[in-house]
């Protein structure tokens, strides 16, 4: 298998995304080789320096970097302000400068705080990406979008900020808990349904290979998802329109999330839930088959997802969604299926349809079929 | 006299500097004009709420734009993290979305503050600038610099962001203490020394209509210094060069602020005492003749600018000069210059020039030959 490069096309913010195995031990030399220099802080956290964070400082040393490490500790809790504040506070104390290059070593929680402090330290230092699970390889570090999450709901402080260079690892998937790499593929299943039929007929067909990271097909789902979320963002970097179907599963798995304190669920697994209820909803507006909606469910079953909606209150939804960022005009807007690979967004739903999901998902554990 | 306005030239992220008199009830009709519609959130403070709140309110509502107004307290102290996060905590209780404008009105410490909220908010709202204060309507108000404070330093934390209009209104400058007046008048003294000779000598022959407010040298002055800055902004958004040359005097004002808790002087105080610094540094690298450096103070003192420096020890100034963002690999560079109306970035200082300069003012409370 060999080693890929995508590049995504934004411009002067362009950057390549690197696909292969053993790439955190070149990293170093890859950014020597872009130019960069000097020196890097790299925030990673207390589960992901034990296993990667003496390699990655190898590889950049090597290539001639400085090395500041800062260990976060774990977990989408901890995505705040009070963990931003300690970010600057490391750098402030260190006296990093503004050419300093942020590394960001982990999940998506380190890479979007990570991405914002480089957005907003010193108004902007240069960032690298190195995600260390599925979900921050095929989702969260591809697009720009930073921030971190405020008590009324998540990912409400941020900005859109690109990294210089995104490196993709598929080696530090084999650490990775078997619960987080499920997640994972909430996401990449996600692509499939917004916006290609065939990925998604490649996902049911090569499962079982995928589940057990063999390089060639995992490579080609790294790939597959990060040019659909590269071409999207291209078209549309700051989520004017296009971009929003992204958000497939999202508005309702936010919703789960916020209401159960983005303890009890991965991100993955809320968004599951949560296309498990846009996808019903499609079904209910008619713009879904049963058999489309069924092949949903069972590839997300397959994968070994928890589609059992958590039981929450109606009201509790509605006010979730009323603080959610597609909100326009106080009305919420979903992103919806009109066919398994064609995502729309649209604020136009009888609120009948809405109600009747919205009671047909919370007043039961398990979804209706599964 | 008529109305006037500027256009800052960014290509997509252009927008326009209005000045005039009486433009803040005009300001809802100016928005309406341009397009934008919806929510508003008018960030302001104690003191110029009671002002300017309720006509700005009427101006808007007017234009059919709802208003919600966040007050927060007044002075560059509040500059911090604690009072984004009310910001934010307001804009989010009242369920703002992401087409909500925000609307800065008052002085640079609210300009600052709700340009960096509006740049992080949902990640990136739009947001109108109404500068009440000289310092403001020259200098903070235009090129897109927004942030907050961080105890180790001024503005550290930031985004470049740029509002959709500056709404410059000379009426509202009759309400501004003498004292922050003749503050933002050493900004204005800033332009002429580092690009426009012309205008140094336009303000040593208008300085006394000036400080009367006489409408037609005030325009000139704020269309000139806008415009300086605007061309320069122009040039360089993201402060990889020219831009910061506007930060003359800074260096050492920064410092002085910094060591002296941000509380003791205002802004433009600390950049005047920092250009006598600067002045006299260039006049010691003999860049600038001795009568051309008593222009200089002559100016600033008839201005009516404190010129003595406060005793502070060497190694603190040093200290914070190696936080400055304008340091690069270790070394602090310094805006000097080359005569009036011409100044270079530079890092090539003798440590003795350096050295001499410091020991010479801090160890007396005013200034050789002042």
């Not at 034990?50 to 040393?61: F, G």
């Not at 604020?347 to 349809?353: G, V």
Request: contains cysteine; aromatic residues 8%.
């Amino acid at each position: 298998m060999t080693n890929e490069t995508l590049l995504v096309d934004l411009g002067p913010r362009s950057y390549p995304i690197d696909f292969g195995t053993g790439l955190i031990d070149s990293v170093g030399q890859r950014m020597k080789a872009m130019g960069m220099r000097g020196q890097t802080a790299v925030v990673t956290n207390t589960i992901v320096a034990p296993l990667y964070l003496d390699r990655v400082r190898r590889s950049l040393e090597g290539a001639g970097f400085t090395v500041f490490p800062i260990v976060l500790p774990d977990g989408e809790v901890h995505k705040n302000f009070a963990t931003l504040q300690h970010i600057f506070d490391h750098l402030l104390q260190h006296r990093m400068e503004r050419s300093t290059i942020l590394v960001a070593l982990g999940g998506g929680v380190v890479g979007d705080m990570t991405g914002f402090a480089a957005a907003t330290f010193l108004r902007g230092v240069d960032f690298v990406q190195i995600p260390t699970t599925l979900l921050a390889q095929v989702d969260s570090s591809v697009g720009g979008k930073t921030g971190i999450n405020h008590p009324l709901g998540k990912n409400l402080i941020g900005a859109f900020y690109q990294p210089k260079l995104v490196t993709c690892d598929l080696e530090t998937l084999k650490t990775l808990p078997q619960r987080e790499f499920i997640a994972g593929m909430a996401e990449v299943i996600k692509y499939g349904l917004i916006r290609d039929a065939v990925f998604f007929a490649f996902l049911e067909k090569n499962l079982d290979d995928i589940n057990a990271l063999t390089p060639a097909p995992l490579l080609q789902v790294l790939h597959t998802c990060c040019a659909i979320k590269g071409e999207i963002v291209t078209a549309d970097e700051h989520e004017s329109g296009l971009r929003a179907l992204l958000n497939f599963g999202h508005t309702f798995g936010h919703a789960i999330e916020s209401l159960t304190g983005y303890d009890q669920w991965l991100h993955g697994e809320a968004v599951a839930m949560g296309m498990v209820m846009a996808s019903d909803l499609s079904r209910r507006l008619g713009w879904l088959t049963g058999a489309e909606y069924s092949a949903i469910t069972d590839l997300l079953r397959r994968t070994g997802l928890p589609l059992g909606i958590p039981k929450l209150a109606i009201d509790a939804f509605q006010d979730a969604f009323s603080r959610d960022k597609k909100v326009r005009g106080g009305r919420p807007r979903f992103v919806l299926l009109k066919g398994i690979g064609q995502a729309i967004l649209t604020a136009d739903i009888p609120e009948q349809s809405l109600a009747d999901l919205l009671s047909s998902h919370t007043a039961t554990e398990r979804v209706q079929g599964v």
